[in-house]
């Protein structure tokens, strides 16, 4: 069922073709493919610093770093030599091994307002543990997020509706991100029973441009907070450590109470976090939150390994240097196309939109384009610039774009 | 400040102590050993077999087999060695690899219900995706629970109720397991909004014994479901693959619409499933569900060659054969005593408990002597024997407990 340039995905598509009998639709979450352009593989086989193949063999040059999980490349040395000494000696035990200690020191050592640390296996098990802590410190029920937001896909925070009951979001309110006045009426709907604020440190809905937050919005958050007697809740699930080597909010010098961790804090291994202010420590204790491979060893190695990296390398200096590099080079491609682009998001988590592209048809143009010729970038999710990517990746990268550029050009002229 | 006997957890309290400061009361969930008798080591370093070690070098048997994951032994060779193998190319990818379509391939084709899969980190993540998929399925909202049952920590379902809001359980309605009069009295309560029907393969609540469900309750349940059109969803959580080689209502010749997964299924590896009928896949495919690592490679390798070995050997029968002489010398030991005991639950999956040791003083005594003369049992939660112990094991075992029956009579006799 294959043609042309689809052959070279002749064994993704056996696969698929096997899927779809013992799979419902034949894959499901953020990893589905189906919503992207033809030419993206389902499958991968393996990975390598900056660069990951298919099952078929082929190549690409990554930029989307498993969604995220991968911060300083694929099976980085030190990293996985940590989780194999682990391994040998034993992962999901009786009891935790002493890299939870570690791992917790070494967490708070590493992020300002941290003061205890409680691990998980999922972004949504940390932002639930979160919203837990608050209404158990305060407690009050209800909860503020950002319109559009991502927290997770557990019922009270899945964007999809199927299976969701009304009661799963009932204390939840609706804010809209850099826009303090949108928080002070929902802090007036909330009344005396606000237990948190849920904030992203940037906001990166899918679907849309990312947009930095306006310290103005950031510390409004915080003072709001403070009045209300509500707890600072930031997910810095998908940005943490990529942005900052401590919470993604230091920078502009805003403390959350309590914030959420997951996807690059291991380098792909499996593992969340809620770090937490001393106020909070009595609360945190008082719920039940826990799982059978929540304590396992490895993933805290490779953790423990991860920070030693980021804290003897400029790995966020890096990703910049090659983020701007990218940014620069796809700009100057568009400009000269006269194609209108919006480049948003921080260069090491880059994102690229096209003007007026409502149907994202130009963005998959693109996006094939790119996909065929080696580089695995996403039409509507922000990419993610790793650690080990080099001046000739972004050089690579750009040799592809200028192709997609084209297209999208041809595209656009053919509307 | 160790006494005595202590002095064998030194690096443990060391580690104790380091982590009071860093994670709130010290540890959280169900690996805390606060509420066990002094002599429990809180932190483990390593296991193999049927022995595990802690952090000051005590060799143990293990009866708790991490809670559950351990079924085959700790570091299983044929097991670790495809997780190894699959590391060495890829775990966490923008893609999953072919394991997952060759596991629910597999899984598929081991349990009799199944005719799908989907994947993911914990069990909680397993039971709460029935729930939505029921829900998603049938539009209803009333979700059936046993009274007690553990179903994982979630808001919806955690036993703590610190930070839980009322409207998290507001479609739950409680039975009493092994009594179908209650099930339809939640039925009736439930009107035309049931949605779906959660229990266990057997009674394993927390602080009691064990208790197999009577097949006319099982089948009771079935047949309460097709009447109400409600989906029945087995919690195969703690017990699956322990039981029987396939859903563990198999037996019993019970199919459930879905079943949760996760423990036991990768030996140790993290991983959770659902398994459902194909009348399910649609709503399985409506719901959205998904987590950064749910899609990594290496834990459903592991749980391949788990399957694998499972398939090749009579585990099950072995553990029930292990099992079976635990029980027989146990039931001697107290009865030789005139000690009053409860042995519960399936022989691989036992629990002792002490005839009017509503307090567990008694079964504190029995914990106590076990693990300082090196047999890791636990007084309050189920045992769990694994497929790596032998007679060698067993008899050591029981020379232990004789004398740990010993204690227990001398402390009976003191009160």
């Known amino acids: 069922m294959s043609h042309g340039a689809e052959d070279r995905l002749a064994v993704d598509a056996g696969l698929r073709a096997r899927a779809r009998r013992v799979i419902p639709g034949g894959l499901y979450g953020h990893q589905n493919v189906a919503p992207l352009p033809r030419g993206y593989p389902q499958f991968m086989s393996r990975g390598l610093g900056s660069h990951v193949w298919d099952v078929d063999g082929n190549e690409y040059i990554d930029l989307?770093?498993?969604?995220?999980?991968?911060?300083?490349?694929?099976?980085?040395?030190r990293v996985d030599a940590a989780a194999a000494a682990q391994a040998a000696a034993g992962d999901c035990q009786n009891g935790p091994s002493a890299r939870i200690v570690e791992l917790a020191e070494a967490l708070t050592a590493t992020v300002d307002h941290a003061d205890w640390a409680i691990f998980s296996k999922n972004g949504t098990d940390a932002t639930t543990q979160c919203?837990?802590?608050?209404?158990?410190?305060?407690?009050?029920?209800?909860?503020?997020?950002?319109?559009?937001?991502?927290?997770?896909?557990?019922?009270?925070?899945?964007?999809?509706?199927?299976?969701?009951?009304?009661?799963?979001?009932?204390?939840l309110?609706?804010?809209?991100?850099?826009?303090?006045?949108?928080?002070?009426?929902?802090?007036?709907?909330?009344?005396?029973?606000?237990?948190?604020?849920?904030?992203?440190?940037i906001r990166h809905d899918v679907n849309r441009d990312l947009e930095l937050p306006a310290p103005s919005f950031a510390a409004g958050v915080r003072a709001a907070c403070d009045?209300?007697?509500?707890?600072?809740?930031?997910?810095?699930?998908?940005?943490?450590?990529r942005l900052h080597h401590g919470s993604s909010w230091?920078?502009?010098?805003?403390?959350?109470?309590?914030?959420?961790?997951?996807?690059?804090?291991?380098?792909?291994?499996?593992?969340?976090?809620?770090?937490?202010?001393?106020?909070?420590?009595?609360?945190?204790?008082?719920?039940?939150t826990t799982g059978s491979f929540w304590f396992a060893a490895v993933s805290m190695a490779a953790s423990l390994a991860t920070l030693e990296v980021l804290a003897e390398e400029d790995t966020v200096g890096r990703t910049v240097?090659?983020?701007?590099?990218?940014?620069?080079?796809?700009?100057?491609?568009?400009?000269?196309?006269?194609?209108?682009?919006?480049?948003?998001?921080?260069?090491?988590?880059?994102?690229?939109?096209?003007?007026?592209?409502?149907?994202?048809?130009?963005?998959?143009?693109?996006?094939?384009?790119?996909?065929?010729?080696?580089?695995?970038?996403?039409?509507?999710?922000?990419?993610?610039?790793?650690?080990?990517?080099?001046?000739?990746?972004?050089?690579?990268v750009l040799r592809v774009t200028d192709g997609a550029f084209d297209d999208v050009a041809r595209a656009a002229a053919g509307r």
Chains 1, 2 share one sequence.
């Open 131 to 171: 919203v837990t802590i608050a209404r158990a410190a305060t407690g009050k029920r209800k909860i503020l997020v950002a319109e559009g937001a991502y927290h997770g896909a557990a019922p009270w925070c899945t964007p999809g509706p199927a299976g969701v009951v009304a009661e799963d979001r009932a204390h």
């Open 227 to 241: 009045r209300a007697g509500a707890v600072l809740i930031l997910d810095d699930v998908r940005c943490g450590l």
């Open 64 to 77: 989307m770093c498993s969604y995220g999980p991968v911060l300083l490349g694929h099976r980085h040395p």
């Open 321 to 396: 240097k090659m983020g701007t590099m990218l940014r620069a080079g796809l700009a100057d491609q568009a400009s000269a196309r006269g194609i209108g682009v919006s480049l948003s998001g921080p260069v090491q988590m880059p994102f690229l939109t096209f003007a007026g592209d409502d149907d994202f048809a130009l963005a998959n143009v693109f996006a094939r384009r790119a996909i065929l010729e080696g580089v695995y970038l996403h039409p509507r999710h922000n990419w993610f610039v790793s650690g080990a990517m080099d001046e000739a990746d972004v050089d690579q």
């Open 250 to 288: 230091e920078p502009l010098e805003i403390s959350p109470d309590l914030s959420a961790w997951s996807k690059a804090i291991a380098n792909g291994y499996a593992l969340g976090a809620v770090l937490g202010t001393s106020a909070l420590a009595d609360a945190a204790r008082s719920i039940f």
């Open 173 to 201: 309110i609706q804010f809209r991100y850099n826009d303090l006045a949108s928080v002070e009426a929902a802090l007036d709907e909330a009344g005396d029973d606000v237990a948190g604020i849920v904030v992203s440190p």
